[in-house]
């Protein structure tokens, strides 16, 4: 499709995917397009649910990560909402400042930073929760009997479909991501930090970028 001269990238209708995968998996690629609209409209909604203080949707997560816990690791912290740890340290930062979250130094590492919610912290989370709980309730009750029981049937698929386990809910356990490499601005398709294999040293990564390099010239 030909894009006019007024018109941004963002307005362009989004590639279909390869016939291949259609073969695959349509079902779910139709079930995705009637899901996609109502889920992101529902988490506008609650993100826009605020009693008081409004608290954004990665503070809510942290605070909840830490109300199941003494204390946790900035590093769980970033893990859980998929960010680096520069970006949760300057969030965990802004809870400080707010009298929600405090931090230390671990006790069997001095280097790990650890981080633990105050009562503060307990306040906010649990009006902003309660609040939203309450709306969303209120919606569910508009819903008939036939339809609150097909809700609550499919609660087991979108704990699954969000890649949460209910029973260690609150906590959220995912793997961290690799650490952004800074000072160099990369090429494209130029393999990043978090492509070469962490054992492997300066040298080497230098050695493979080279050879991605050389192997787009020749072609």
Known sequence: ?????????EDEEPASPPAEQLTVWPKALRLAKELRPPLTMLGIFLRETNPGERLTTSQCLVLSQLSGADSLPMSELAAADNKVLSTMTELVGR??????VTKDN?????????????????TALAATLLLRTELLASRIDGLTGTEQSALEAALPALWKLAAIDPTIWPRVVRQPLPRRRTGKTLRANEPSGSEVAPSAGRKESRKIQTQAVRGRESR
Do not use: F, K
Not at 1 to 9: D, E, G
Not at 95 to 100: E, R
């Open 106 to 122: 671990g006790v069997e590492d001095r280097r790990q930073v650890r981080v633990s919610i105050t009562d503060s912290g307990r």
């Open 95 to 100: 809870l400080v400042a707010a009298g929600y």
């Open 1 to 9: 499709m030909l894009r006019t001269p007024n018109q941004n990238a």
